[in-house]
């Protein structure tokens, strides 16, 4: 049994489909059991299953393991389901689900759920600490480290397998474009670093950021005099002391409310602006000939490239087009802006006056991909322009709206955008972020810098 569980873990094609086979089976259990305790509308499973499942697989919930144990998941995602069953028995009577059903529903469907899952998650652990199973992971170290940690690794076969190596530059750092490359390249969901008490204090730091915004963790292995200074925390699986690493001030229990507020809000909007959505590409369709909507390669989260969307604005072969006009842009030269742009059709100026164009992004939240609020995530050309410096401010998630917005927008210098998005990140909290969800609708209705 042992051996048939590790060749079925030890094939990635396979262990995939299986746990989101097993996670599917875990949530239509616990929904089946709260329709049948709650109500006698158990007929109502299939149609209620199809609205959980794309809610789930949008929060992480079907994932990688880190996603779908994150709290804000685990909450989250039967939150949002929860909103929509029972308003949707609100306003659908003739279902036969009345409202007060529909959220005992929802709350022993949770209490079911939620613990089963979590069982699950245990057991999986169970399996991997006695060695079934391979966790791809990436080392990273000098070639004294990578040496001594792939010794090691051979010594616990079945617990991690090195799926990639990332050195040190000349200078003792490690290479953090090497790094994500090998990141991207591997899909590795383990970072073990060696020797990270002789780095210096920023390398370790932008290290860290690096993986945690692809939601790998991160474990150091320290060195003898690392270990004399330092209680170590044992791994179980590898039989060498190693030490979990958290990134500072960024993983407490504001951010998976942020996350939390982010999948709610973004997935309601989505739902609540689907027939604007759709008179908005019938608009575009009518205006002008090309796509509905407008796809751009943007610079996220740590130079993580994305694509984000917006409704078309422009003349199809727009950027094309943009190398010509660099003389008449109006911006610092790091920002590419023209308030008249003759490239913006008709549409696409109600549009833009309105921050419409810019609703599609929703989508870009939903998938982890954006924030609600946070820093504005820079095309390709702009980001290229900016020095090391301004890279600070991609230390968190692109936000839709940020504290630039409502401090100007598109009058403000992009050293002025720079100095606001630090401003923010280095007082960020939850309130803050609703602050400036409410400021932004103002500025929005007032239509102050658009254009």
Known sequence: ??????????????????????????????????????????????????????????????????????????????????????????????????????????????????????????????IYRRGIGLIPTLIVGDENGRERLRRLLDFAPGAYTPVG???LTPQGRVDIDELRRALEESGAKLVLLAGAERLPDDNLLDTLRSVRLRGVQMRVVPGALGLMRLRPLVSQSMGVPVFDVRYPQLDNFQRTLKRTLDLTLSATGLIVLLPLFALIALAIKLDSPGPVLFRQERVGADEKIFTCYMFRSMYEGAEEQQEELEEANEADGILFKIRDDP?????????????????????????????????????????????????????????????????????????????????????????????????????????????
């Not at 998005?421 to 209705?445: C, M, P, Q, R």
Request: glycine letters at 10%; aromatic letters at 8%; charged letters at 20%.
């Open 1 to 126: 049994m042992r051996k048939a569980i590790g060749n079925l873990l030890s094939l990635g094609m396979l262990r995939r489909p299986a746990s989101v086979l097993v996670l599917i089976l875990i949530d239509a259990g616990s929904l089946c059991a709260g329709l049948f305790l709650a109500s006698d509308s158990l007929h109502l499973a299939p149609v209620l299953l199809s609205v959980l499942i794309p809610i789930f697989s949008c929060c992480g919930m079907y994932g990688r393991a880190a996603r779908r144990r994150s709290p804000g998941a685990l909450g989250g995602a039967p939150l949002l389901w929860g909103v929509l069953v029972v308003a949707g028995a609100r306003f659908y009577p003739e279902s036969g689900l009345s409202g007060e059903a529909a959220a005992a529903v929802v709350i022993l469907f949770a209490l079911f759920c939620i613990p089963l899952r979590l069982s699950y998650e245990r057991g999986l652990d169970m």
């Open 165 to 167: 190596e990332a050195g």
């Open 343 to 451: 490239r913006v059709t008709r549409v696409g100026r109600f549009l833009r006056r309105w921050s419409i164009d810019e609703l599609p992004q929703l989508w870009n939240v939903l998938k982890g991909e954006m924030s609600l609020v946070g820093p504005r995530p820079l095309p390709l050309r702009d980001h290229g322009r900016t020095r090391e410096a301004h890279k600070k401010r991609l230390a968190v998630m692109p936000g839709m709206t940020g504290y630039w917005q409502i401090n100007g927008r598109e009058s403000l210098s992009f050293e002025e955008m720079v100095r606001l998005d630090l401003h923010y990140i280095e007082n960020w909290s939850l309130s803050f972020d609703i602050k400036i969800i409410i400021l932004t609708i103002g500025a929005v209705l007032r239509r102050k810098g658009a254009y």
